[in-house]
């Protein structure tokens, strides 16, 4: 895939002023988090996610307890016409059993969208521009695409013309396919550089009502206000200068203590790889610090698939003994290194409650 190929050549510290010169990334504004890339030919809205190679991803739920019911992945993709997102979700208790109005209560995403300009991008209060919507695969346990706007909000009554919804499934997951035509928004204009603000929540049920759910980039706040969503900028392709301000949403770090150990206690570091940079990423390491900053220890962590294989899911944990160090007294930093040792990006675990369950 070619944003891969761009990437990897550039960690090899290979790229030439030519290439460079013919291919100058967009600069990504002040506070920007994450990305959306442009798609490289026409999405199709089929639920197959066939186009979506070179997408700009953020993994969600890779550091739960039970991956082949949660683990996700959230891709974004725009063109001239309008926005796309993605979700691929490991889910072998597929069903959605509420009503329209209540889609949250099954598998389905609830997702958040700013489009104002300005200073109003990311205010406390949802005014026209910024919207809330439900989409799901499911009614019951019938692969049957849904999507209502969310109630009980001051732009509830937002009207969304051409939307597009499709998903498929099979026995261990699901893949799900939304499109926003930008004429719903007259006031954005897309273009290169262009500034957005959203978040993507994950719900999951198991096969009956919500039990789960997860954020892509804030937590419960989002429901509440807009300036709990992640900015974003809109972007030709993913660019390796982009590592360093996006890395910590593409390859999140959660730092658990599990509630169900087999062994004697540990505390467990994940950090999701994200399907576009599989081929790319060579290790990760976990730095513990103490509390002064200073680098007290380094555990390699051990890079993993999951899921079935042609499915991409990939992460790398590290674990070490709740006795090496007294809680309250370190913290955790990890570092993903290419292929070469070039390191890409620098993560902390992002200091919300982006999930329902705790202590997984």
């Known amino acids: 895939m070619r944003s891969a190929i761009i990437a990897l050549v550039a960690a090899c510290g290979i790229v030439t002023p030519a290439v460079r010169a013919a291919d100058t990334p967009v600069p990504l504004a002040r506070g920007v988090r994450g990305l959306i890339t442009r798609a490289p030919s026409k999405i199709t809205v089929d639920g197959s996610l066939r186009e979506w190679d070179d997408a700009f991803c953020t993994p969600v739920h890779y550091n739960h307890q039970n991956l082949a019911n949660r683990a996700a992945q959230f891709f974004y993709l725009w063109d001239d016409e309008a926005f796309y997102i993605g979700l691929r979700c490991l889910d072998q208790k597929q069903a959605n059993p509420a009503p329209l109005d209540s889609t949250y209560d099954g598998d389905a995403v609830e997702f958040y969208l700013d489009t104002r ?19 799901s695969p499911f009614q019951a346990g019938e692969l049957k695409p849904r999507w209502v706007m969310r109630g009980g909000i001051a732009t509830s009554d937002t009207k969304l013309n051409g939307v597009q919804l499709a998903a498929t499934r099979d026995a261990v997951h699901y893949d799900v396919e939304f499109k926003v035509p930008w004429l719903n ?7 290169l550089g262009a500034l957005l603000a959203l978040d993507a929540e994950l719900c999951s049920a198991d096969g009956a009502g919500r039990t789960d759910r997860t954020f892509a980039y804030g937590s419960p706040l ?17 660019d390796p200068d982009y590592f360093e301000t996006a890395g910590p949403s593409a390859f999140p770090f959660w730092v658990d203590t599990p509630w169900n150990q087999a062994g004697r206690a540990q505390v467990v570091a994940t950090v999701a790889i994200p399907p576009a940079f599989l081929a790319i990423v060579g290790a990760v390491e976990v730095r513990l610090h103490d509390a002064d900053g200073k680098i007290v220890k380094t555990v390699p962590a051990r890079i993993e698939g999951f899921g079935p294989i042609e499915l991409r899911f990939s992460r790398a944990q590290a674990a070490w003994s709740i006795d090496d160090f007294a809680p309250g007294t370190y913290f955790a930093t990890a570092r993903v290194l290419a292929r070469t040792g070039k390191p890409l990006t620098t993560v902390a675990p992002r200091m919300v409650q982006e999930a329902i369950i705790q202590g997984r």
């Open 117 to 135: 300009a300005g200073d109003a991008l990311r205010g406390k209060d949802w005014t026209a521009g910024a919207i809330r919507f439900f989409f």
């Open 222 to 238: 989002s429901v509440e206000q807009p300036a709990s969503l992640g900015k974003v900028e809109l972007v030709k392709r993913f």
């Open 185 to 191: 928004f007259p006031d954005f204009a897309p273009r």
